[in-house]
């Protein structure tokens, strides 16, 4: 019998990753408000819109909806809840604080709320983001044991969600926290890996700009295509890995720095583009792209699989892995197909 899923956020970068996995690939699922059909007739209650260049979504925020418009009957088809909703990324929060405590917080309480009335279970996605920098290092990576101390409002707000879930949630739970997920673009709109391919490419094509990436390019980075992330959460559910909490992402055995990230993305373009002008451009000479070394808080931020090891869901034992070459070819060809929807941050 399938599961049935609901998904907060379903217009975002990994929800998106999910329903695709869920419709196409794994017949044990059923993402109840899919944005690619309406089964269940949920598209005029979709008003919220996150992004304008996004599907509408449902508004975890409004507990009206959630408890009288959508109804009971359709709750208690529910199996599982990813709450993924949220705002995302340091940069982000920083422009909006009192959006990312509304959000981040009080949206996951009425999650919460919603789980306990209707005895669904909850998929909770957290940010590694919430650890204390100073408790790993080039020559110690993060697990789930590192010490959390967030320094960031994304990273506080994330963590207050991830007390909420662990204290007040009373049905089966799982927190997941994401490493470094990019994927295509507009889906994606937050990860410095595709501002990046997006931006080379807007810039030299479309009018000059100028991106901030408050990254240090010698910093390693270990980046996961949301694919893979999609395929490791269904599976944890389907496994039943209850009341856990996973760091999913790449093991820092694949971690790259952005001198190889920017020779990875100038050969992806170059299967799409023969112009040695615009590939010469790809570098982290670029102007259009100021890193800054001194705000990169996250430093060494890679992780060590051993925990998703246990589970036979680390991205080496997955089906259909998607590595970083492929997925930078993806999002450059997303970035190509998509140049017109401009983002926020541009």
């Not at 019998?1 to 329903?19: N, W």
């Not at 869920?22 to 089964?39: G, H, I, P, S, T």
């Not at 389907?238 to 100038?266: A, C, P, Q, R």
């Amino acid at each position: 019998m399938k599961k049935r899923i609901f998904i907060t956020g379903e217009s975002g970068t990994i929800p998106t990753a999910i329903q695709w996995q869920a419709r196409y690939y794994d017949q044990n699922f059923e993402v109840m408000n899919c944005q690619l059909d309406d089964k269940h007739n949920l598209k005029p209650l979709k008003t919220h819109q996150s992004f304008s260049i996004r599907e509408p979504e449902i508004n975890f925020l409004d507990r009206d909806l959630l408890f009288k418009e959508i109804t009971p009957t359709f709750w208690k088809e529910v199996d599982v809840i990813i709450h993924s909703g949220a705002f995302v990324g340091t940069d982000f929060c920083q422009l909006d604080p009192q959006g990312t405590i509304q959000t981040n917080i009080e949206g996951t309480k009425n999650v919460v709320d919603l789980c306990n009335k209707y005895d669904i279970d909850l998929v909770y996605f957290s940010t590694t983001a919430i650890f204390d920098p100073k408790d790993y290092s080039m020559n110690r990576v993060m697990t789930e044991q590192t010490k959390i101390d967030p320094q960031t409002l994304y990273g506080i707000t994330k963590y207050a969600g991830e007390q909420i879930v662990q204290k007040l949630c009373k049905t089966k739970k799982m927190i997941i926290r994401p490493v470094f997920g990019f994927g295509d673009y507009p889906d994606d709109l937050h990860s410095a890996l595709t501002k990046i391919i997006y931006a080379l490419y807007y810039n030299y094509y479309v009018e000059p700009t100028k991106i901030d990436i408050l990254l240090d390019k010698q910093i390693t980075k270990s980046y996961i295509r949301v694919e893979n992330i999609a395929k490791i959460v269904l599976g944890l559910i389907k496994y039943d890995t209850w009341f856990e909490t996973f760091n999913v992402g790449e093991s820092y055995h694949n971690s790259l720095n952005w001198f190889e990230l920017f020779k990875k993305i100038k050969f992806q373009y170059s299967k799409f583009i023969d112009d040695e002008k615009f590939l010469n451009s790809i570098s982290d000479e670029n102007k259009s792209i100021k890193f800054f070394p001194n705000e990169d808080y996250l430093h060494y931020h890679n992780m060590c699989d051993v925990k998703l090891r246990t589970t036979k869901l680390s991205t080496d034992m997955i089906d259909d892995y998607i590595d970083i070459d492929e997925g930078i070819f993806k999002t450059c060809k997303s970035v190509i197909n998509n140049i017109n929807k401009k983002p926020y941050w541009i």
